[in-house]
Nanobody, 114 residues
Framework: QVQLVESGGGLVQPGGSLRLSCKASGMNFKIASMDWYRQAPGNQRELVATITSSGTTNYTDSVKGRFTISRDNARRTLYLQMNSLKSEDTAVYYC????????WGQGTQVTVSS
């Protein structure tokens, strides 16, 4: 079975940093495009960042220059480095891929607050 398990969320002050991880299993990670989404209370789930199997990245405008998506194929792990965090970044962050079906992790809470 396909599993995506996020970790690394928590409480951080504005301007701080967090690194999220997503460990994948049950799929061929190295050939899959991977995504980070987030969902804040009362909001729709939004795409934050993507990375292809070849390493091409894309970001939503609100996080460009602050967030970096990366992957370690040997560890079957997707990362999201988040710097200069703002209160507007507060959300549950989800790992996503398409492997025969849309696949989602359980989410990890990121709270940016003083």
């Amino acid at each position: 079975q396909v599993q995506l398990v996020e970790s690394g969320g928590g409480l951080v002050q504005p301007g701080g940093s967090l690194r999220l991880s997503c460990k994948a299993s049950g799929m061929n990670f190295k050939i899959a495009s991977m995504d980070w989404y987030r969902q804040a209370p009362g909001n729709q789930r939004e795409l934050v960042a993507t990375i292809t199997s070849s390493g091409t990245t894309n970001y939503t405008d609100s996080v460009k220059g602050r967030f970096t998506i990366s992957r370690d194929n040997a560890r079957r792990t997707l990362y999201l480095q988040m710097n200069s965090l703002k209160s507007e970044d507060t959300a549950v962050y989800y790992c996503h891929t398409y492997w025969h079906l849309d696949r989602w992790g359980q989410g990890t809470q990121v709270t940016v607050s003083s």
